[in-house]
């Protein structure tokens, strides 16, 4: 069974750079046809996907947050991390990684329990 656990920085400063790690337990991110994504939930509002990096190292990108987000691997510790620069408090939100087989992860795949990241000054 695959575990996924979210860790980084509960507090962030405006124009910071938020970074997030996900560390992968029960399954090597490197396995073929699996896609691990970043999601997050701000308050009130609904689920928004980041964006996901493949088991081949490709990354893909909401159109709407292409140009502030990063996500990396490391394999040899079984990680991917998320990197969005610039925040604002509207990127204040519950931050999830999860695994899928498809690149848009959904609710049938494995997901963190999350973790809540505030921005603020």
């Known amino acids: 069974q695959v575990q996924l656990v979210e860790s980084g920085p509960g507090l962030v400063k405006p124009s910071q750079t938020l970074s997030l790690t996900c560390t992968v337990s029960?399954?090597?991110?490197?396995?073929?046809?699996?896609?691990w994504s970043w999601i997050r939930q701000p308050p009130g509002k609904g689920v928004e996907w980041m964006g996901a990096?493949?088991?081949?190292?490709?990354?893909y990108y909401s159109p709407s947050l292409k140009s502030r987000t990063s996500i990396s691997r490391d394999t040899s510790k079984n990680q991917f991390t998320l990197q969005l620069s610039s925040v604002t408090p509207e990127d204040t939100a519950v931050y999830y990684c999860?695994?899928?087989?498809?690149?848009?992860?959904?609710?049938?795949?494995?997901w963190g329990q999350g973790t809540q990241v505030t921005v603020s000054s």
């Open positions: 999860a695994r899928d087989r498809v690149v848009v992860a959904t609710n049938f795949g494995s």
């Open positions: 029960g399954g090597s991110i490197t396995t073929n046809y699996y896609y």
């Open positions: 990096i493949a088991y081949s190292g490709n990354t």
